[in-house]
């Protein structure tokens, strides 16, 4: 059973930055982070891709940065020039791949309020 545990998140003005932090139980290298805005789809904001590279929602790119310690099992999402449609609770996620399959776990969530 794999444990996602968030922190960070918050209230903040326009302009302003956060960061929010996810530790897992164990190893994984299939990570990133989604949001849901009320009424909204939950979407993809950042992950790390199976090269090893970085992928962003085009709406994020620039402002947000994802990274991670994986001596810690963590995984960060910096985000920076936040804005009022940035509202959202931020879902930690890591997709495990077991003979093909894909199963992922969430995190708890994080509310992030950024007002204008």
């Known amino acids: 059973q794999v444990q996602l545990v968030e922190s960070g998140g918050g209230l903040v003005q326009a302009g302003g930055s956060l960061r929010l932090s996810c530790a897992a139980s164990i190893s994984i290298f299939s990570m990133g982070w989604y949001r849901q805005a009320p009424g909204k789809q939950r979407e993809l904001v950042a992950t790390?891709?199976?090269?090893?590279?970085?992928n962003y929602l085009d709406s994020v790119k620039g402002r947000f940065t994802i990274s991670r310690d994986n001596a810690k099992k963590t995984v960060y999402l910096q985000m920076n020039s936040l804005k009022p449609e940035d509202t959202a609770v931020y879902y930690c996620?890591?997709?495990?791949?077991?003979?093909?399959?894909?199963?992922?776990?969430w995190g708890q969530g994080a509310q992030v309020t950024v007002t204008s």
């Open positions: 996620n890591a997709a495990v791949y077991t003979r093909g399959s894909r199963r992922d776990y």
């Open positions: 790390f891709t199976s090269g090893g590279s970085t």
